[in-house]
């Protein structure tokens, strides 16, 4: 599959950003079997342009909170990080809107799922076929049943990576309410989710991922441990489990070991270290007492700022409401950085 020069970006971005008066064709080329007109600026001017969006439904995803998060980026920086990437919406969000020119890593403590995006990246057209067949059974719940079982089998770990993949993306579009959640053996248990006609296979959607990935290095492990390697003007936004607003709201079982106010405690340690190295850092989580009282105290530089994000408020997805989030993060906020025509350079380790 031929690359992109460019990402595309989406369109009321490149309104804002390019008035009419620029849009001078430097080329058309032919991507993904659509024509595509480029401006002067390097920027995809087509209506046709597709932006690349989460390819698994993630609780906690960030895509009501884009334009807050957006409003809030360092006016430039280096290398962007991501160690709670969970669907990865800020990422792709970042990448259509062309600011990672240094390009990004990113990871999670949850192997299946990075592993995930690594087979989105390498072998995007192998994985687009098996989910193809997944897809015929879409309605079927004991094909469901049959496939969740296979991580309770002693050969689980010699499947392929590709066959692995789709399993947790068949798995993700067909359970309920979209949950990935663990037991304490590390299985899948969500149940069923009878969904009509579920969306289990967008193969535009995933070579647009797959071409978002390709500058992408993809860490499994601890946000503590892959956050080692940042440097002084690297990026770092956190979106970890979040805070519980009540005994019983916010769900943190996305890891067999969940995330309760040790590791809370421990992220804030994390976050005024690399603040003290250099890092821009953006955290978003629940607001309440107990993130206020953590981040007060981790480090004099951070500013914590209310945002209310349109959340799913109970059990019917229906249902909406706004909650109240906080935004933590240890710079001034100006004008947005300035998008780069799309050359991925190079940064030594
Ligand atoms: C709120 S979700 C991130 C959602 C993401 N921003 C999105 O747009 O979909 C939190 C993520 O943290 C991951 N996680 C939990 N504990 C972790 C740990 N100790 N280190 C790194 N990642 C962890 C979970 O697997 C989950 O994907």
Redesign the pocket.
């Given at each position: 599959m031929a690359q992109p020069l460019w990402p595309l970006c989406n369109l009321p971005d490149r309104k804002n950003l390019y008035p009419k008066s620029c849009t001078l064709f430097l080329a058309r080329v032919c991507y993904n079997r659509q024509i595509l007109a480029v401006n002067l600026s390097g920027v995809c001017v087509s209506e046709q342009c597709v932006a690349a969006r989460?390819f698994?439904k993630?609780?906690?995803?960030?895509?009501q909170l884009l334009p807050d998060l957006k409003k809030r980026l360092p006016a430039q920086f280096r290398r962007y990080h991501?160690?709670?990437?969970?669907?990865?919406?800020?990422f792709f969000h970042l990448w259509n809107s062309r600011f990672l020119r240094y390009g990004a890593v990113l990871?999670?403590?949850?192997s299946e799922?990075i592993d995930c995006y690594e087979v989105v990246r390498d072998h995007v057209d192998a994985l687009i076929a098996r989910l193809q067949q997944h897809k015929r059974h879409c309605q079927d719940k004991d094909y469901f049943y049959e496939v969740r079982s296979w991580d309770r089998r002693p050969d689980f770990a010699e499947r392929s990576k590709v066959e692995r993949a789709a399993r947790t993306i068949f798995l993700n579009r067909t359970c309920y309410n979209g949950l990935?959640r663990l037991n304490n053996k590390r299985q899948f248990n969500a149940p069923f989710g009878h969904y009509k006609n579920p969306l289990i296979v967008d193969p535009d959607n995933l070579h647009e991922v797959s071409a978002a990935l390709q500058h992408v290095q993809l860490r499994v492990?601890?946000?503590?441990d892959?956050l080692n390697h940042v440097a002084a003007g690297d990026f770092i936004y956190l979106?970890?489990?979040?805070v519980p607003v009540s005994a019983t709201s916010s769900f943190?079982h996305?890891?067999h070991?969940?995330?309760g106010e040790q590791?809370q405690r421990r992220l804030a340690g994390v976050i005024a270290e690399l603040a003290d190295r250099g890092c821009f850092v953006m955290l978003?989580n629940s607001d309440t007492e107990i993130t206020r009282a953590i981040y007060s105290q981790a480090a004099a530089e951070l500013r914590t700022e209310t945002v209310h994000a349109s959340r799913k408020i109970n059990c019917d997805g229906k249902k909406r409401g706004f909650v109240e989030e906080l935004l933590v993060y240890n710079y001034e906020v100006s004008d947005l950085p300035t998008p780069q025509v799309h050359r991925v350079l190079a940064v030594a380790d």
């Open positions: 989460p698994l993630w609780a906690g995803g960030k895509s991501e160690p709670f990437v969970g669907g990865g919406a800020f990871s999670d403590f949850n799922l990935y492990g601890d946000f503590a892959v979106d970890p489990p979040y943190t996305y890891t070991q969940g995330f590791h978003s």
